[in-house]
């Protein structure tokens, strides 16, 4: 079962306007952790924010900004004022324990955003 | 900040030759490395996950015997792809955890892209 969703494949958004990447996931542990990357087209990760399972206010960094529903289960990605740098692919990840007593990170399908003049 | 540097970033080689990619910790210790692929236009996909000293554990469906993982030290993780295949063609992207460092304790190098002709 996909642990992270991303229901958006593509957006297109205006130059200076909010955009919302959205972002559900599953687990039932009660301690885990919400990343976003953003891989431009060169391929390297850049990580962009956190957000601890336990954390009490959304995180903020930046222009990015992070709507965690905790209830809901969703970890949507809040970008104001884009700019044409910020078009990218972006990736919402969970951090989870596995088997073995590590933690790693599952991504989601991504989302391609493109920002237009 | 911590950084992974990551080598080579694109490699092209022969069917049926052996590849190997480096990846260092430059300013910290890098505990556990992730090994992640990444297919054209989809998400990361964890291969295996790597801590120092003992042999790797892989997810399910990735061969052990394809890419061979070695952690030997806390600053230096490498994959080797053995008898590549054009179908082994991919980006490969690892990431190093480590509490206390990184962004929230990941860091990823930049990324090989490998090209099996």
């Known amino acids: 079962a996909q642990k992270i969703t991303q229901t958006q494949p593509g957006m297109f958004v205006q130059e200076k306007e909010a955009v919302t990447l959205d972002c559900t996931y599953d687990?039932?542990?009660?301690?885990?952790?919400l990343f976003w990357y953003k891989q431009p087209s060169s391929g390297e990760m850049i990580f962009l924010i956190y957000?601890?399972?336990?954390?009490?206010q959304n995180a903020t960094e930046g222009r990015y900004s992070l709507n965690f529903q905790k209830a809901r289960k969703s970890a949507n990605l809040v970008i104001s004022a884009s700019q044409l740098g910020d078009s990218a692919m972006y990736f919402c990840a969970m951090r989870e324990q596995t088997n073995f007593g590590n933690e790693k990170l599952t991504f989601g399908t991504g989302t391609r955003l493109t920002i237009i003049p | 900040g911590a950084v992974v540097s990551q080598h080579p970033s694109r490699v092209i080689c022969k069917s049926g030759t052996s590849v190997k990619i480096e990846c260092r910790s430059l300013d910290f210790q890098a505990t556990t490395m992730f090994w992640y692929r990444q297919f054209p236009k989809q998400s990361l996909m964890l291969m295996a996950t790597s801590n120092e000293g003992s042999k790797a554990t892989y997810e399910q469906g990735v061969e052990k015997d394809k890419f061979l993982i070695n952690h030997a030290s806390l600053t230096l993780s490498t994959l080797t792809v053995t008898s590549a295949h054009p179908e082994d063609s991919s980006f490969y992207i690892c990431s190093a955890s480590s509490l206390g460092q990184g962004d929230y304790g990941y860091t990823f190098g930049s990324g090989t892209r490998l090209t099996v002709v």
């Open positions: 957000q601890g399972s336990y954390d009490q």
């Open positions: 687990t039932s542990d009660p301690s885990y952790g």
